[in-house]
């Protein structure tokens, strides 16, 4: 097994798998960063290797809102909030997690740039590669509208 820096890929060597999951692939703030690393990645994998992305898929309601803010967890002596900001022409998502207590607030910012699964399987075209599966989860069930998160796997070959 190989660690390195997704977001330059500077490790050395071909693979058989590459994967990114719980979303990490959107912190790749542009599309451009994001054609990069699949490209990056096409370099990387052996004939008939595989690139999985798990990523979640945007909600249409909460885009539409522009602006959310709901109450994650309470508990006795906390309370963990979120609130997102959405810029749907950049496909941008801004935002924090909040945890209040007695001693204060502390505020945990992120920052991301979604794409939908239409969106990576072109970028993914553009890296020579294609779709070999897509899943709603982990455990191989269907993906289909109803679908709030995805497995993709991508294939060189």
Request: aromatic letters at 12%; hydrophobic letters at 40%; one cysteine or more.
């Amino acid at each position: 097994m190989t660690v390195g820096d997704f977001a330059g890929v500077d490790v050395d060597g071909r693979f058989s798998l590459v994967y990114v999951v719980f979303n990490t692939f959107f912190v790749l703030t542009s599309q451009e960063d994001q054609v990069c690393r699949f490209e990056s990645v096409a370099g990387r994998l052996e004939e008939g290797g595989a690139f999985v992305v798990e990523a979640f898929v945007s909600d249409f309601a909460r885009l539409l809102a522009g602006q959310v803010t709901r109450t994650k967890r309470v508990e006795v002596d906390r309370v963990f909030l979120e609130t997102t900001r959405y810029d749907t022409v950049a496909q941008r998502a801004y935002s924090h997690n909040i945890v209040m207590s007695q001693s204060g607030a502390k505020l945990y910012p992120v920052g991301i740039r979604y794409a939908w699964p239409p969106e990576l399987d072109l970028m993914a075209r553009l890296a020579g590669l294609r779709l070999r599966e897509r899943w709603g989860g982990w455990n191989r069930e269907p993906f289909t509208a109803e679908s709030t998160g995805h497995v993709s796997v991508y294939e060189r070959g």
